[in-house]
C-alpha cells in the first residue's frame, strides 16, 4: 500500500505492506531463523520521479535530516518526525528482527513455548528460592534477560498473558465469563459508562482502527466490562488508553482485558485509578523521593523553582507512558513491566530526568522543563537506549524498598484527601 502526504512544500510518500491492516498492527510470518515481524524498514521518496524509492539509512546528509516526515509505526500510530527519526526507527526494527532470532533459537534448543512454563517469582530483594530447581533458575534469569531485551512482536500477546499471571487470573473463572460479563453489561448506563462514551472519541483520535466504529465498540467492551467487574475503579480517564494499546498488541478483546485485570489487580499499586486517586498519589511522593536519591542536582534544581514533577509524572504513571512515548517504546516498557513489576515505572521516569540532566539543569521556567520533558518522550524512538538508562544508570530499586516507600506516604496522603473532602463539604454546606 502506498499513502502519499504533504510535508513542508516537498510531497513525500511512505510505503508499507499491504497485508498490515488488522488492528494496525504489524502483520507477521515465520521464517527459517525464527519470528519477525513482516514490516519492510521505512521508505521515503519523492514524488518526481516516484521510481526512485530508497531506504533512508543514516548516511543521509545532516542537512537533508530536518525534513519533518510523516509515517505510520508499527502499530498503525501516525508519527510526525524527521529523517533521523525514520533511520532511528529502521535500526530499532533490525534490533527486534535480530532478537527474534534469538528468541527463535532458544525455542529450538528449551523446547517449544520453554517461556510459558511456570517461572520462579521475583520477590524485592532477588529470586523466591521455594521449590527451587537449577533448570527453572537459569529459564527465569534468561527470561529476564531476554524482556529487557525485547520480546519479539510475533511473541508478545502470549508471552504477556504468561509472565503477568493473567492466564492463571482467567484460569480461575468459567471460560465464558468474559462473555457473560458482556451480555450482562449490555444496555446498562452508569456514571463509568457515560465517562468512557465521552472518552471513546479523544483516544488516540488519529488511529484508523481505533477511530473507527468497530474499534471504539471494542474498546468500550473492555472498558465497560471491566467497570463492571471491580466497581470501586470503575472507570478512571487514562485507562482508555491503557486497554486501547492493549487492544492493538493482543489478538482478542478477551486477552486484552484480562491483560487489564492483571494490571489493575495485582502489578500496579492498588488504589491507583478508585475515586480519590489515593494510589496514585502515593506513587507521586514515592516517585518525588527517589528523584531527590537519584537524581539529586536535578531535584534541588526544580525545588528551587517550585515545579511539582506531578505535573508530568501523573499522566506517565495513569496513562503508562502510553500517552508520552512512541507507541514501540511505550511497549518495551510494557514488557518488563508485566514481568518485573510497578517499580519498572519508576526507573523509566526517573531516566528521562537522567537523560536531560543538564538541559533541565539549564531551565529556570516551569514551563521550559515541562516543554524538555514533553520533547523528549515524544522523540524517544530508541527504547534500547531508554531502557540502558533506566536500568543502568538509575541503580537497583528493589520492590521491597519500594513498598516500604509506599507505606511510609499512605497516612500524609489519606489526610491530605481526607482535608480536601471536609473542605469540599464544608463549601457545599455554604451554598
Known sequence: MMRSFLSSGIH???LEDSEDRMFGAQAQREVSDGFVPTRRPYWITSATPRSRATTITSSIPKKSSNFPVKFEDMYGFTVEGNIDDVNVLNEVRERVREQGKVWWDLEASKGANWYLQPQISWNGEGISVASLKLSKLANTITLKRLIRKGIPP?????????????????????????????RATEGKITAATRQIDHDLPRTFPSHPWLDSPEGQASLRRVLVGYSFRDSDVGYCQGLNYVAAL??????????AFWLLAVLLE????????TDNLSGCHVEQRVFRDLLAKKCPRIAAHLEAMEFDVSLVATEWFLCLFSKSLPSETTLRVWDVLFNEGAKVLFHVALAFFKMKEEELLQAHQIGEVIDILQTTTHHLYDPDE??????EKIGSMTSNTITKERKKQEPAVMAELDQRLRRLNMLKTNE
Open 154 to 182: 510475533v511473541l508478545r500477546p502470549k508471552v504477556w498473558l504468561s509472565v503477568s499471571g493473567a492466564v492463571k487470573k482467567r484460569s480461575t473463572v468459567p471460560e465464558s465469563y468474559y462473555d457473560d460479563l458482556i
Open 266 to 273: 495485582n502489578v500496579l499499586v492498588n488504589d491507583c485509578y
Open 386 to 391: 531508554l531502557l540502558r538508562v533506566a536500568f
Open 12 to 14: 513525500y510518500q511512505l
Open 246 to 255: 492493549l487492544l492493538l498488541v493482543m489478538k482478542t478483546e478477551e486477552d
